[in-house]
Structure formats: structure tokens, C-alpha cells
């Protein structure tokens, strides 16, 4: 059975940074796309950022420009480097794996961002 463990979540202060991890336990056929959403309370969930398998990124509006995706094939890993963050960074961040055997979840990792 597969599971995707995220990690590297917590409390930090405005103008901070975190790096969050991503690691899928068990076979995985395939991986296509690696990223990253979030969904902070009464919000619909949202895209982060997100790789191809040949590296090809894309990032949400909100956090172009202070977010960095990238990933380690050998070790199935996805990685998100936020920096300057802000209180509307605020959320559960959830990665995401699409491959040849479908869609998988991680669990989700809290990011709280305040003072």
C-alpha cells in the first residue's frame, strides 16, 4: 500500500522560511507529476507548485516569485522551499503524486504563520 509521509511543517514567524518533504512509501509505477496544495479554513484547496518528471515547474500566483518545488526521483521526494511567508501562507498543505497508477494524498502537514 502507498503512502505519501509529508514533513517539515510548523510555526515560523513572518518573513520566516520552511521546507516541507514529501516521501512516498511503497511501489509506485511511474510518478508523472510531484506538488503541492494547500487549504487554509473556509478556503477551497489550492495549488502550490508543482514539477514534471523533467523538472518543468508551475506555481500558484500567491506564491510565485518565494516558493521552490523540486524533487528526487531515485527517492520518490518532493520538496517545497518557502521563504518570506506571510500570515495568508497560513494552511494544511498537502502533497500530491499523479502517476501510472493514479492519484495519491499525503496526510497533510500544518503550516501556521504568525507572530
Known amino acids: 500500500q502507498v503512502q505519501l509521509v509529508g514533513s517539515g511543517g510548523g510555526l515560523v514567524q513572518p518573513g520566516g522560511s520552511l521546507r516541507l518533504s514529501c516521501a512516498a512509501s511503497g511501489r509506485i509505477d511511474s510518478i508523472y507529476t510531484m506538488g503541492w496544495y494547500r487549504q487554509a479554513p473556509g478556503k477551497q484547496r489550492e495549488l502550490v507548485a508543482i514539477i514534471s518528471t523533467t523538472g518543468m515547474t508551475n506555481y500558484g500566483d500567491s506564491v510565485r516569485g518565494r516558493c521552490t518545488i523540486s524533487r528526487d526521483n531515485a527517492k520518490n521526494t518532493v520538496y517545497l522551499q518557502m521563504n518570506i511567508l506571510k500570515p495568508e501562507d497560513t494552511a494544511v498543505y498537502y502533497c500530491?503524486?499523479?502517476?501510472?497508477?493514479?492519484?495519491?494524498w499525503g496526510q497533510g502537514t500544518q503550516v501556521t504563520v504568525s507572530s
Open positions: 500530491n503524486f499523479f502517476s501510472q497508477n493514479g492519484a495519491y
